[in-house]
Structure formats: C-alpha cells, structure tokens
C-alpha cells in the first residue's frame, strides 16, 4: 500500500504561528551552529521579529504548514541585509525547517514560495550566510541560483569552538532575468 503523501502550504506567518516558528527556532539555537544564538527565546521575546516581517515589502515570512493536522513544518524569512539606507535593496534570507521534516522538500517549498513573493520588490540582491559544514542548506540555495562569493572564517563561536561561515548571493528583482 503506497505511503499517503502530506499536502502542505506554504503562506505568510502569522501571530498565531509564533509559538510554533519560536520552537523551530530553538532547536537550531540549543543543537546547532546552524545560528549563531546561543539562548533559547520565549515566543514574546520573538513577536518584534514577527511583526518586522509583514504580508508585502521586500522583508516578508512565509510557513510551511501541514493541511490536515494544521503543524508548522518550517519557515523562511527575507530581512534587512543591513541597516544603513544604501543597503535597502539588499535582503538576507533564511530557511528553519521542523528537524523531522528532513528530505521532504520543505525547504525548497519555502523559498519558492518566498522568491515569487519577492519577484515584484524594489530588490536587487538577496544573500545567505550558512555555517560550515552544512552541505544541505549549499545545495538548497545552489538550486535557487545562489552562488558562493566568499567564507568569513572562525567569525562565530558556538559550543567551545569557532566556526566559519560561507556567504552566497543571488540577482533577485526585475534586473534579476537580465543577468542569468
């Protein structure tokens, strides 16, 4: 008998998803280097970073979530690349999935979701820092035709020991199609 394959939907987040998208978010913070936090938050102290990502503008949150049992498989995020006002059509993006939800293709789910979104922004560049090694998260950007431009090396400690981080850019926007 064939396994029943999950639908899920991806859509903008939401208050209701905050407890949910927080728990994603600390199980990086307390297992990984994936982020370079090193305490776990409590969804309050989370809600500003919610709140900065509304349904329009270029800093926008998209969640993955099961359609029957209604469960937040993961999120993805465009934020502020940095905050001087030259910068402004520059994002960095992320991707958190559930850490069961490995192999399901919700990462790639996210960002598709995520890019269309963007596709209409005043955005010229979007950028990635993935801490090294993390061989997943390199191939889910290289399919969205990130490409490597540099490593900042042992920039973070986490666990008693430094780690690298590998930074990846990609063409986003209207100008975006003229250079692929």
């Given amino acids: 008998m064939p396994s029943k394959r999950t639908e899920v939907q991806v859509r903008p987040g939401a208050e209701a ?10 199980h990086y913070v307390r297992e990984t280097a994936i982020t370079f936090d090193t305490t776990v938050f409590l969804p309050e102290e989370r809600r500003p970073w919610l709140l900065s990502h509304p349904e329009d503008g270029p800093h926008r949150l998209k969640v993955a979530q099961e359609r029957d049992s209604g469960r937040i498989l993961g999120y993805a995020t465009s934020s502020p690349f940095r ?11 992320t ?9 399901r293709g919700i990462g790639t ?3 598709k979701a995520l890019f269309e979104a963007l596709e209409g922004e005043d955005l010229h560049r979007a950028y990635a820092g993935i801490a090294q ?11 969205f035709g990130f490409r490597h431009i540099g490593t900042y090396k042992e920039v973070g400690r ?5 780690w690298d981080v590998a930074w990846y850019e990609r063409p986003i926007g209207p100008l975006s199609r003229a250079e692929s």
């Avoid at 958190?96 to 490995?102: I, L, N, V």
């Avoid at 090694?133 to 399919?143: K, Q, V, W």
């Avoid at 986490?158 to 430094?162: E, S």
């Fill in 109 to 111: 789910l996210l960002y």
């Fill in 158 to 162: 986490k666990f008693g020991r430094y």
């Fill in 133 to 143: 090694p993390n061989d997943a998260s390199a191939r889910l950007h290289a399919r």
């Fill in 83 to 93: 905050a001087k006002p030259a910068y402004a059509t520059s994002v960095e993006v």
């Fill in 17 to 26: 998803d905050l407890g949910a998208l927080t728990d994603i978010y600390n």
């Fill in 95 to 103: 991707v958190y999935c559930a850490p069961d939800t490995g192999g």
